[in-house]
């Protein structure tokens, strides 16, 4: 690792657990990244609503240090038996749109090509939809990791969606945005928060906090899920009888986290709520075998949740299943 690299530039909005691993995301990005050659979106009908996912990229590190609390000959052969590299350890990035009818909902924001030299395709991919940053009205955030908030401003910081309102979980703005909350944060933590001000800036007149399980808009009702970040949280999106749950970071990659959810990430502030949540959502949605999302889930980043042993397994959605 280029420790000099690390230190500098991306390296402040870089997440703590990457920057102990000196992933490629905290080395200086790329210029401008080119798209992958095939549109990625994939699009499919939730009652009257219609979900879009949007393929933003990926980042790499090694899966050495990903997983605090499992031996290395495990995790390797999660790994191998889910034909996962190990070194490295691919880890996509992938929004949720969601469009109701009165709303046009994009949840988080992704890398917007200023992370990841591999990252910010998600504009791309979005007008690919057929969809343009102008027509989102409102983005939700699940937390502020730089990977999850860093495409709301371009390079100069201008808004990317410029008639959006933006709806914020309340702990997760307290924890990241007050001074006392920042006074008592270690340095890595501090780069976040600067982040944080620096994106949301341009936003600051159009901001809503909402509660742990407050109705977001109409169909999208958050779920605290606390453990990743102080105020994680997922949601869940109904309409005529059809349910989504959009996970966000309560399940990292499934084929490691799904198969063994009592698995810690280092991304995980507090592992043991980030369990308890994960194996929370997961259940729920084996049960009530409804769709889900995750945003480091292997595009389409849509599928279904089974039991199966001690874990759960995805199960990715096929193109049949798109509209
Ligand atoms: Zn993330």
């Given at each position: 690792m280029n420790r000099r690299i690390a230190m500098t530039g991306a390296a402040a909005l870089a997440l703590p657990g990457l920057l102990r691993a000196g992933s490629a995301l905290a080395q200086a990005p790329a210029a401008t990244p080119t798209p992958p050659a095939t549109p990625g979106f994939f699009r499919f009908r939730l009652g009257s609503f219609t979900v879009t996912t949007l393929y933003d990229g990926y980042f790499q590190r090694p899966?050495?240090?990903?997983?605090?609390?499992?031996p290395a000959e495990e995790t390797e052969r999660a790994a191998r038996e889910a034909f996962l590299g190990t070194d490295p350890l691919r880890i996509p990035f992938s929004l949720t749109l969601l469009q109701t009818g009165r709303a046009t909902v994009l949840f988080d924001a992704g890398t917007?090509?200023?992370?990841?030299?591999?990252?910010?395709y998600a504009m791309a991919n979005m007008r690919a939809a057929?969809?343009?940053?102008?027509?989102?009205?409102l983005v939700v955030h699940s937390h502020f990791h730089p990977d999850h908030i860093t495409?709301?401003?371009?390079?100069?910081?201008?808004?990317?969606?410029?008639n959006a309102e933006i709806a914020v979980p309340e702990a997760e703005w307290r924890f990241w945005t007050d001074s006392g909350s920042i006074a008592r944060m270690p340095d890595g933590l501090r780069g976040i928060a600067a982040a944080v001000e620096r994106r949301f800036g341009p936003y600051r007149n159009r901001i809503r906090q909402f509660a742990?399980?407050?109705?977001?808009?109409?169909g999208v009702r958050a779920i605290a899920a606390h453990g990743h970040t102080p105020g994680h949280t997922a949601f869940e999106v109904a309409d005529g009888g059809a349910g989504l749950l959009v996970l966000s970071d309560t399940t990292n990659r499934p084929e490691l986290f799904a198969r063994n959810p009592g698995w810690h990430a280092v991304f995980d502030m507090d592992p043991q709520a980030a369990e308890a949540n994960r194996r929370r959502l997961l259940d729920r949605a084996a049960t009530d075998r409804i769709w889900v999302t995750g945003y480091h889930f292997p595009f389409p980043i849509a599928g279904r949740i089974v039991r199966d042993g001690q874990g759960y397994r995805y199960v990715a959605a096929d193109w049949i299943d798109g509209i």
């Open positions: 899966l050495a240090g990903l997983i605090r609390n499992a917007g090509g200023q992370m990841s030299p591999t990252g910010g057929g969809i343009a940053p102008e027509q989102v009205t495409g709301l401003t371009t390079r100069d910081n201008a808004a990317v969606f410029p742990g399980d407050a109705e977001v808009t109409p």
